[in-house]
């Protein structure tokens, strides 16, 4: 393929002064389009040689774009999206049609082309410019767990049809006749998968164009949405439906049964298209943010109803930076209405988070061995230590579906100790010990917002992140702020004996509030614990730096781009208990120890300094400096 990867570089040569890269895919895909019907002859009489001969080019071009939509049915009406090679220069227009017309490609060659060039453009236009395409490891793991290979196929995100063409080699290779739709909401996009889908090869696939949320384009009658044997879609991330909010209060499809989330995300209602829009006996894969996974309101709500209705199979977590266009981590939810009797009211979780290959300095991807673990646990429904579990939906945390949740390591990296492994028979014992929640009252730290100015007369003093330090804070040294909106205020203050943990970040301070006079405040950075009369908070902040106390915590943290810790998971973090007695003692003991080995490290210190002195006045060279302060 060395003399179609010199073509592909001539014409990026050739554009690169008209057109900047975001610009390059529409060019690309309409003229690649034209050199691949010139092979196959569909473009009636005219050829890219009597185009170049002709008195007006781009008239003739655009007869022969005419002509190939009276030719080929799956492209008509896409060359009217594809409209921006009027920025040519004449002369580059007449070098491109030249370049065309002198390779002689095959179908093959045309199809590696085009691949190669949308790969290529993906790449120059970088993270922030990229359009999100599912990237190819996760179409093949997706396809391979669905394994479709006759009926239906349908993808109501479409993009530019990589799933679709992933499903159709896949069918093809096992001798099937698989039926591929699919649905696209942008026109250019849409366009673009249309030619792409065409020069692959496939011609009879039925791809619309519009919006799938607000009016799906598959239906059986007036209220029903078609249904199909194989779905996957990976939807927008953490797209708004603020101006779908009319069509999908009003479904005519009566799609959305389970609730609506949250404005600011409508991840749920994709899936609860796609659990619509599947056939009994079928299956669909979801692609979603892990946030889809967690969330609380309304979100919560449809994701309870979803998992009662019991046609969620499987939840696999996958590594993060996976997407050129972003590093948040990304899921697959399997979802299957029919499960085997091993899966009912259960769900397999699997966690792949750790399973991945650099693809480079920013990107990641999943190795044909990771992919065949995966799909090896899935379709033996087998539970594998730290990769796979299957969970009652009963004994799901909060409704909660990350893997991670429920399938870790055992293990965690600690400052003082370096990697320690946990017993996982034990830790099935601290089911029965006091939680957290049990032991304490909760509090919220303050937003610090525009309108709470830092001022070095304000009532109060606020507890940043940056004021913890090794486990310690000095109050005096906090800064003073002026509060115009203290309506609770008194909510967000912290009292003596107070334990303070930071809930961003992978990296938790945790803070023991000392005796201080004056309003000191937490701020929004923190979540406070009051712990309650019988137990010390000495004695809990312990337990919550040892190993132990960080495997749990680093247990319930979660987050897609920030790592986070709620309330609501904080207090079900159990706490191995003993008496007040206990408590006092044990720290008394431990405390007096710390004090004296630190006191004695300090003396050791000092002593090498001194032996160190003595060294250099034996090297003759202690007189020439002079120690101010020792």
């Known amino acids: 393929m060395e003399k179609v990867l010199k073509f592909n570089s001539s014409i990026s040569d050739l554009l690169r002064n008209d057109y900047r890269a975001e610009e ?53 009406g896409v060359f009217k999206y594809l409209v921006n090679d009027n920025k040519m220069s004449d002369k580059t227009y007449y070098q491109l049609l030249s370049l065309i017309k002198s ?5 093959e060659e045309w199809r590696y082309a085009f691949e190669d060039m949308l790969s290529r453009i993906n790449e120059a ?7 999100t395409r599912t990237p190819n490891c996760l179409n093949r793991l997706g396809i391979r767990l669905l394994e479709p290979h006759i009926g239906s196929f349908y993808d109501g995100a479409a993009g530019l049809n990589s799933t679709l063409i992933e499903a159709s080699e896949f069918g093809s290779e096992y001798g099937g006749s698989l039926k591929l739709y699919g649905q696209e909401i942008k026109p250019v996009t849409w366009a673009i998968g249309k030619i792409r889908l065409f020069i692959n090869g496939i011609e009879d696939a039925e791809v619309k164009l519009g919006n799938t949320l ?42 959305f049964i389970f609730g609506k989330p949250t404005r600011s995300s409508s991840e749920w209602l994709f899936i609860s298209h796609i659990i619509k829009s599947l056939k009994e006996q079928g299956k669909a894969i979801a692609i979603t943010t892990s946030g889809t996974l967690f969330r609380g309101a309304a979100d919560a709500m449809v994701r309870e109803n979803i998992i009662v209705s019991d046609c969620i ?34 769900i397999l979780f699997i966690n792949g988070e750790n399973m991945y290959e650099n ?29 796979s579990i299957i969970i009652h939906r009963k004994d799901l945390e909060e409704n909660n579906l990350l893997p991670s949740r429920y399938v870790m390591k055992a293990e965690i990296n600690t400052d003082y100790f370096g ?117 010390s908070p000495e004695y809990i902040k312990e337990f919550l730096e040892s190993p132990l106390g960080q495997f749990l915590i680093a247990s319930k943290q979660a987050g897609t781009s920030i790592i ?9 973090i159990p706490v191995v208990l003993l008496s007040i007695e206990e408590q006092l003692s044990t720290i008394k003991t431990y405390k007096d120890q710390e004090i004296k080995l630190r006191n004695e490290i300090v003396h050791l210190q000092n002593k090498i300094k001194e032996i160190k002195l003595d060294l250099y006045a034996g090297m003759g060279i202690r007189e020439k400096f002079i120690i101010t302060k020792l």
């Open 103 to 107: 390779v002689n490609f095959s179908k």
């Open 125 to 131: 236009v970088g993270r922030a410019g990229a359009e």
């Open 419 to 535: 990697k320690v492994k946990f017993n996982k028979e034990k830790l099935m014992e601290l089911k029965k010990c006091k939680t957290l929640g049990d032991i304490g009252e909760f509090y919220r730290g303050i937003n610090v917002i525009g309108e709470n100015v830092q001022d070095e007369n304000g009532e109060y003093k606020i507890i940043n992140l940056a004021d913890v330090k090794d486990g310690e804070i000095d109050i005096e040294a906090l800064g003073r702020y002026t509060i115009k909106n203290n309506a609770r205020v008194e909510a967000y203050r912290v009292e003596e004996g107070d334990i303070i943990i930071s809930i961003r970040g992978t990296s938790i301070k945790i803070c023991i509030i000392p005796k201080h006079e004056g309003k000191v405040l937490l701020s929004q950075n923190f979540i406070g614990i009051r712990i309650r009369w019988d137990n």
């Open 214 to 255: 607000e009016k799906p384009l598959f239906t059986e009658g007036n209220n029903q949405v078609k249904q199909f044997d194989n779905i996957m879609m990976n939807f927008p991330f953490g797209l708004a439906w603020n101006k779908e909010d009319a069509s999908i209060e009003k479904d005519v499809f009566n799609r």
């Open 313 to 346: 199979e499987a939840v696999i977590s996958l590594p993060s930076s996976l997407f050129k266009t972003t590093a948040i981590p990304v899921n697959m939810i399997v979802i299957n209405i029919n499960k085997e009797e091993i899966l009912k009211d259960k």
């Open 24 to 76: 390059l895919d529409i060019i690309v895909a309409k003229y690649y389009g034209l050199g691949y019907c010139s092979l196959i002859n569909k473009i009636g009489h005219i050829t890219i040689d009597t185009i170049l001969r002709s008195s007006d080019i781009r008239k003739e071009v655009e007869k022969g774009f005419a002509l190939i939509e009276g030719e080929v049915s799956s492209l008509n």
């Open 564 to 572: 986070t810790l709620n309330p609501k998971d904080l207090k079900q």
């Open 359 to 387: 693809l480079n300095k920013t990107q990641k991807t999943l190795a044909e061995e990771h992919i065949d673990k995966i799909v090896d646990a899935y379709k033996k429904k087998q539970e594998i230590e730290e990769f």
